[in-house]
């Protein structure tokens, strides 16, 4: 079983902060990495994938992967109210068949 | 490129009815994923549908099953509705890059009386 975790949170900032959000994963062939946001109500829409070590930057977004410690996280900087959202982790091995999502982490940015 | 579309958007159904729901991916793509999120359990794959066949599956019961028609069209079925299985039924399609990502439909929400 390929397992994804995420904090559920609900993690609350305030408006203009750093919101950090993190996830592991259990297993070693996962090489593709994805970060999806879904609004009540509304369907997962995808926010960046990361593929290699490192971090890659997108706008306001930064994922930052590390696949020896099993690591992948999304940092959103200078947080506006519309981040307000549950953030999905999704991991996919190098067949890139099949993903494998955590719960969701329900960030909340107070203005 | 238009979306991936899903048919219906909403639907409620009685206990013991079957529901079929449909899925159009992007126009291209060939991968065709489903799955039910509830929010006890999150987003749990159902299975996934390649150039007709079934690549992939998850741990439900044979009461869920799907087919893909050739062009590339999908449907989900239930059989014999449980209350449990009320959900929000998403449908993600694919194209065939190997780290291409997956990309949602609206989902259609099903309500079991």
């Not at chain 1, 994804?4 to 900032?13: A, D, I, R, T």
């Not at chain 1, 994963?25 to 070590?53: A, C, T």
């Not at chain 1, 068949?97 to 955590?102: D, E, K, L, R, V």
């Not at chain 2, 219906?8 to 992007?26: A, E, H």
């Amino acid at each position: 079983q390929k397992e994804v975790e995420q904090n559920s949170g609900p993690l609350s900032v305030p408006e203009g902060a750093i919101a950090s959000l993190n996830c592991t994963y259990s297993d070693r062939v996962s090489q593709s990495f994805f970060w999806y946001r879904q609004y009540s109500g509304k369907s997962p829409e995808l926010i960046m994938s990361i593929y290699s070590n490192g971090d890659k930057e997108d706008g306001r977004f930064t994922a930052q992967l590390n696949k020896a410690s099993q690591y992948v996280s999304l940092l959103i900087r200078d947080s506006q109210p519309s981040d307000s959202a549950t953030y999905l982790c999704a991991v996919s091995p190098n067949t890139g068949n099949q993903f494998y999502f955590g719960t969701g982490t329900s960030l909340t940015v107070i203005p | 490129k238009a979306g991936v579309t899903q048919t219906p958007r909403y639907l409620i159904k009685t206990r013991g009815q079957q529901v079929t729901l449909s899925c159009s991916p992007i126009s291209g793509h060939r991968s065709v994923s489903w799955y039910q999120q509830t929010p006890g359990q999150g987003l749990q794959f159902l299975f996934e549908y390649f150039s007709e066949t079934q690549r992939n599956k998850g741990n439900f019961p044979g009461r869920f099953s799907g087919r893909q028609f050739s062009n590339s069209r999908s449907e989900m079925n239930v059989s014999t509705l449980e209350l449990g299985d009320s959900a929000l039924y998403l449908c993600a399609s694919k194209g065939d890059i190997v780290r291409e990502t997956q990309y949602f439909g609206p989902g259609t929400r099903l309500l079991v009386l």
